[in-house]
């Protein structure tokens, strides 16, 4: 059993920058591939970056990359998405989630433990 607690949303002006974190603890944390999603109002769930168990690889959906950067800190049992250069269409909840396979994929039934989420608001 994992637990995942998803912390450092807010509300951000277009072009601002905001840094969520995610908190683990059960589990061997760093034995697996994590990924953030995101649900904007009225929306399914989608993928927004991945990363594999020790951190070398990432992976990002097209809408934010190069704008969102993800990272992870296997001593601290976290991990981080550095969101630069927000748009009012980045405005959703935002999970983090373990990821079942390896490398981590894009597809939300390939994760298996979710954090409640939280939300990231952006002012146009």
């Known amino acids: 059993q994992v637990q995942l607690v998803e912390s450092g949303g807010g509300l951000v002006q277009a072009g601002g920058s905001l840094r969520l974190s995610c908190t683990a603890s059960?589990?061997?944390?760093?034995?697996?591939?994590l990924g953030w999603f995101r649900r904007a109002p009225g929306k399914g769930r989608e993928f927004v970056a991945a990363?594999?168990?020790?951190?070398?690889?990432?992976y990002y959906a097209n809408s934010v990359k190069g704008r969102f950067t993800i990272s992870r800190d296997n001593a601290k049992n976290t991990m981080a998405l550095q969101m630069n250069s927000l748009k009012a269409e980045d405005s959703a909840v935002y999970y983090c989630?373990?990821?079942?396979?390896?490398?981590?994929?894009?597809?939300?039934?390939?994760?298996?433990?979710w954090g409640q989420g939280t939300q990231v608001t952006v002012s146009s």
């Open positions: 989630a373990v990821a079942r396979s390896y490398p981590p994929r894009p597809e939300e039934r390939e994760y298996d433990y």
């Open positions: 990363i594999t168990w020790s951190g070398a690889t990432s």
């Open positions: 059960g589990r061997a944390f760093s034995q697996y591939g």
